[in-house]
């Protein structure tokens, strides 16, 4: 290999776009290819290709799919090229394994022009220099001190594979390698770190594997899988910062950590839309298949927790109008569908008003607004609302309708067992008839003890008259029923 004196039009290689003969650059080399500190680039039609690999200037190639235990050594950049394959079938996800032991050690990966620095630790989550400069190391491992104030540029050996136990002297040695501020992240000691290469395309096979040992000595391992489709997972759409339970239906990838045999992602995997592993999820949370939320930041997952259910809101319906005196409001037809966060059918005080089923709106009114258990039903109640839409006053609309109530008892069945005559004798008003009583029909009159009462339409009692059940909550129905045999059937 020869060397010349050539000049760029940056003081960066990896970012200049042509080659030329002369310090001013008015004239453009020869086309060919060209290479300074180990990276290489063809110059065609006067412009600058992507990096590649020389193969023909490097140590043959290492076979994906094994792992890889290079000899120690001292302070040098190291260099292993591997090659992933050339068929149509060598397509999918490339993952690198890198255990830098307990030493500092700086790795990148180049592949068909692109740099690579991210890793994924099982223990630290996602590692990658901050630099923002694209042919940076990451810096792994245990900080021990030894690594210099950065930046720091100086000269390091330069080893091109290795034999017999021993590193190949590479060309040219020694080589200017910037440390920038930012590449000291460290982390993942001792452990196989994930890096994930996305191959879509059978060509080019070729991967570059770049480690820099900044300290005094070196040792590390490596095991470069051969390309696959990433194994997938189901998952809903991006929730943002949500933990609400959701519904799983998008096909997503992830990358597992060395000898991992997890199905489903797992905290500090990478995880990806596509099963090549080229674009990340985006930021946010997803609901996976079994309910849980895994939470993504910059393509790896940082938690996982179970999702929640969603709150559910109560409908009732609202007059159109409101009006200065609440008894104004009583018997209006009410046909305004709204919701509210209460427990009982129709809202109490404190209770929120929602204009949708979801929660995110809430709804105001001025003055007082009737209301009903159901669409077009005539409101027996009217009430106010804040400005934010929390129930200030509930007003009970006068009863036009009665009918007879038995005494309280716990448990509904005492009515059915045929042991006992409980006597149907006392008149309350309610909002409803007899006949018309179901859930939200209210008991006006002093409050009843909790519970259950059987109701007819006139005075009698359980042994000869005609008689429901209904289950009472601070004098509102929460359900009806009737003796089925010595049990309780609802209605």
């Not at 059978?202 to 594997?209: C, R, Y």
């Not at 910062?241 to 199905?263: L, M, R, V, W």
């Not at 992602?265 to 930021?283: H, I, R």
Request: proline share 5%; aromatic share 10%; glycine share 8%.
């Amino acid at each position: 290999m020869s060397v010349l004196n050539k000049f760029i039009n940056s003081s960066v290689f990896l970012t200049a776009t042509s080659v030329y003969d002369d310090i001013n650059l008015t004239t453009l080399a020869a086309d060919g290819y060209y290479q300074f500190n180990g990276e290489y680039r063809q110059q065609l039609s006067g412009i600058l290709g992507p990096l590649i690999l020389c193969e023909e200037c490097t140590a043959p190639p290492i076979p994906c799919g094994s792992g890889v235990n290079p000899p120690s050594g001292g302070q040098g950049l190291y260099n292993l090229d591997f090659v992933a394959g050339e068929s149509a079938a060598d397509v999918g996800a490339v993952l690198i394994h890198f255990n830098p032991a307990s030493v500092p050690d700086g790795i990148r990966v180049l592949y068909d022009g692109v740099y690579y620095n991210a890793l994924s630790s099982p223990t630290d989550g996602r590692i990658q220099s901050t630099s923002g400069i694209a042919n940076s190391f990451t810096l792994v491992g245990v900080d021990n001190n030894c690594v210099p104030t950065l930046p720091n540029t100086r000269e390091y050996n330069y080893f091109d594979g290795f034999s017999n136990n021993t590193w190949n002297p590479g060309t040219p040695s020694p080589q200017n390698i910037t440390l920038n501020v930012g590449d000291d992240q460290y982390g993942g000691s001792s452990e196989y770190n994930t890096l994930v290469i996305p191959k879509p395309n059978a060509l080019p096979s070729n991967i570059k594997v770049e480690v820099l040992g900044p300290c005094g000595s070196t040792a590390w391992a490596i095991i470069v899988e051969c390309p696959d489709a990433l194994p997938s997972f189901t998952s809903s759409s991006n929730q943002s910062t949500s933990t609400d339970c959701a519904t799983a239906d998008q096909t997503h990838y992830f990358a597992n950590n060395y000898n991992a045999t997890n199905t489903i992602p797992v905290v500090n995997n990478w995880v990806f839309s596509d099963s090549n592993g080229t674009n990340v999820l985006s930021n946010g949370n997803y609901v996976m298949s079994d309910n849980n939320v895994i939470t993504v930041t910059s393509g790896v997952i940082d938690s996982i927790v179970a999702c929640t259910s969603a709150p559910t809101y109560n409908s009732f319906y609202l007059t159109t109008s409101s009006y200065l005196d609440a008894n104004d409001a009583c018997n209006i037809n009410s046909t305004v569908l709204l919701y509210h966060n209460g427990s009982s059918i129709l809202p109490i005080v404190g209770d929120t008003i929602f204009q949708n089923n979801s929660g995110s709106t809430t709804a105001t009114w001025s003055n007082y607004k009737g209301m009903f258990k159901t669409s077009n039903g005539s409101s027996t109640k009217s009430l106010t609302v804040n400005g934010s839409g929390v129930v200030q006053i509930v007003n009970d609309c006068a009863s036009t309708e009665t009918f007879y109530i038995s005494q309280m008892r716990s448990d509904c069945s005492d009515f059915c067992d045929g042991s006992n005559n409980y006597a149907i004798s006392l008149s309350k008003d309610s909002s409803d008839s007899y006949s018309a009583v179901a859930p939200g029909t209210t008991i006006s009159g002093p409050t009843l003890i909790d519970g259950y009462y059987a109701y007819a339409e006139t005075s009698t009692d359980t042994a000869s008259g005609t008689f429901r059940l209904m289950n009472l909550v601070s004098n509102e129905v929460v359900d009806v029923s009737q003796c089925s045999g010595s049990t309780c059937s609802p209605l």
